[in-house]
């Protein structure tokens, strides 16, 4: 089965740096996604890793480790803005035939940035 | 248009009643998705086409919910004789491919929002 693990809520402040963790054990893996969702609004594509290490991308960065089913995002300098849920998702190995990746989500981390 | 697109917005629907959610994905894009969405929780896959091909329905929760893409481009999700349990967002992604390259990401539809009361 597929399981991924997120905090459900968390609280910081507007400057601060805030890191949300993301656990998986799914069948396999191809791949980790974080997407950004305001609500009432389409999920968007922040960043994605496939190899263990850590991608920055200016104020987002994403790290993993595979061997320890572990991803976390980092989120500096914070803004209000930031106030949204970052969901988690894993791309599990597909049997070769089906010739397709989807993705398997988390619960999402809903994000409170104060002033 | 430049993103993917859904329709309606909102719906709202009275227990026992047909819903068809309609969804424009990104012109060019080969893949197809529909993930449900309950409150405070994140997006649970439905289903998965590829150009016209229904390759997954497992995600599907039961026979009242059917899916299509006739001519490999819009697709229409169809709940039949909806239940209060299938009150949740329905959300529509594409992707240029969907296979072979890992790295590939989904864009999403804005959701619908499904109430049935």
């Known amino acids: 089965g597929q399981n991924i693990d997120q905090p459900t809520e968390m609280t910081a402040t507007e400057g601060a740096i805030v890191q949300i963790n993301c656990t998986y054990q799914?069948?396999?893996?191809?791949?980790l996604f974080w997407y950004q969702q305001h609500a009432g609004e389409a999920p968007t594509f922040l960043s994605y890793?496939?190899?263990?290490g850590l991608e920055e991308k200016g104020r987002f960065s994403s790290f993993l480790s595979r061997s320890k089913g572990y991803s976390y995002l980092l989120l500096k300098e914070l803004q209000m803005k930031d106030s949204a849920s970052y969901l988690c998702?894993?791309?599990?190995?597909?049997?070769?035939?089906?010739?397709?990746?989807?993705?398997?989500f988390g619960t999402g981390t809903r994000l409170l940035v104060s002033p | 248009g430049a993103g993917v697109s859904q329709s309606p917005r909102y719906k709202v629907a009275k227990r026992g009643q047909d819903v068809a959610l309609r969804c424009d994905p990104i012109?060019?894009?080969?893949?197809l998705f529909w993930y449900q969405q309950a409150l405070g929780q994140g997006p649970e896959f439905l289903t998965y086409?590829?150009?016209?091909?229904?390759?997954?329905k497992s995600g599907l929760p039961s026979d009242r919910f059917f899916a299509e893409r006739p001519e490999g481009s819009v697709s229409t999700l169809k709940i039949q004789r909806t239940q209060q349990e299938d009150s949740a967002v329905y959300l529509c992604?594409?992707?240029?491919?969907?296979?072979?390259?890992?790295?590939?990401?989904?864009?999403f539809g804005s959701g619908t929002q499904l109430s049935v009361l």
């Open positions: 998702a894993v791309r599990p190995r597909e049997p070769m035939n089906t010739g397709f990746q989807k993705l398997v």
């Open positions: 799914t069948s396999g893996f191809n791949g």
């Open positions: 890793n496939v190899l263990d």
């Open positions: 012109s060019g894009h080969v893949s």
């Open positions: 086409f590829q150009n016209e091909a229904q390759l997954d």
């Open positions: 992604a594409s992707s240029f491919r969907g296979q072979g390259l890992s790295g590939e990401k989904l864009f």
